[in-house]
């Protein structure tokens, strides 16, 4: 544990995946979220992504785990996809920021929608290029788009690892068009799952997630650049997922039977509270 408590600390966790580090969760008094403490340098927070066991920037098969990673994948493709095909758009320009590998932007390509995406990892973006029709660019090729490019832009749990956090959201909504949509999906810190296995919940994954958000917190953290939620809806699937890992960090095993049945629990829970382990937030940009 670490040696110095703050006074506004939520909890303290441990970074499992790469480092074994330790991380304060300190609540942002603004805008209620939590914040990772220390927040690593943004030229040492690359080290902190070095190990193959984040999917997310790889396309591996290796166990049985990862297989079951993407064949839920394929079941959340095709929901991303419904729902953005719900909204009526003239030109279906999409941008998918943190696109990792890009599995969702190849599903929209292929119904017709017109794509880009940003993806900060070299790896995963040569990945997501080889399936986009070199459709992907760094980081820094988000200041090559106009203002008002597109009609939906979407963050698939990616908001929680922004490090300009405020200044970003800014950007984002400049590109969206009048009346264009943001879709952002995190994990829910106020989740059953996440109550029931506090410093051990998988999805804090410290420091890779800077910022622990919550339904309070994204509304004033967008109602500040003049966006309001229009729909909340649960991905379900997360709190199996969440629960799997967080019995491996908890146990030192993956309890199959015990994650399945905290993942049930806490979808059960949230049809009554709506606090279901991640939401995607849909975002209305006010004129």
């Known amino acids: 544990m670490s040696n110095t408590i703050n006074q506004n600390m939520f909890i303290e966790v441990k970074d499992y995946s790469v480092s074994g580090e330790v991380f304060q969760l300190i609540q942002n008094e603004s805008y209620g979220f939590l914040e990772t403490i220390p927040k690593p340098s943004i030229a040492k927070l690359p080290e902190y992504y070095q190990t193959e066991d984040y999917i997310s920037h790889t396309d591996s098969k290796r166990n049985l785990f990862e297989k079951v990673y993407h064949s839920i994948r394929e079941v959340s493709l095709k929901r991303k996809l ?28 292929n119904k017709g929608w017109n794509v880009s995406g940003i993806e900060p990892n070299s790896e995963a973006r040569s990945i997501a290029n080889s399936k986009t029709k070199q459709s992907v660019l760094d980081s820094e090729g988000i200041k090559t788009y106009k203002k008002h490019s597109f009609d939906v832009i979407t963050l698939w749990h ?34 059953y799952d996440a109550n029931h296995y506090k410093q051990f919940w998988a999805a804090y994954d410290v420091p890779r997630h800077l910022w622990h958000f919550d339904k309070k917190s994204i509304s004033k953290l967008f109602s500040s650049i003049n966006m309001t939620i229009q729909n909340i809806k649960p ?24 994650a399945f049945w905290t993942g049930f629990r806490s979808n059960a829970k949230a049809k009554r509270s709506g606090e279901y382990s991640s939401l995607i937030y849909v975002l209305k940009n006010n004129k």
């Open 82 to 109: 419904k729902l953005i095909n719900s909204f009526k758009t003239d030109q279906k320009k999409l941008l998918d920021f943190g696109c990792g590998t890009g599995d969702f932007l190849k599903s929209a390509l």
């Open 158 to 191: 990616v908001l929680e690892h922004i490090p300009n956090l405020e200044s970003q959201i800014s950007i984002l909504k400049d590109l969206l068009k009048p009346n264009g949509v943001l879709i952002i999906a995190v994990p829910n810190y106020k989740s």
């Open 235 to 258: 991905m379900v699937f997360d709190s199996y997922y969440v629960s799997l890992l967080s019995e491996k960090y908890k146990n030192g095993s993956m309890n199959l039977f015990s």
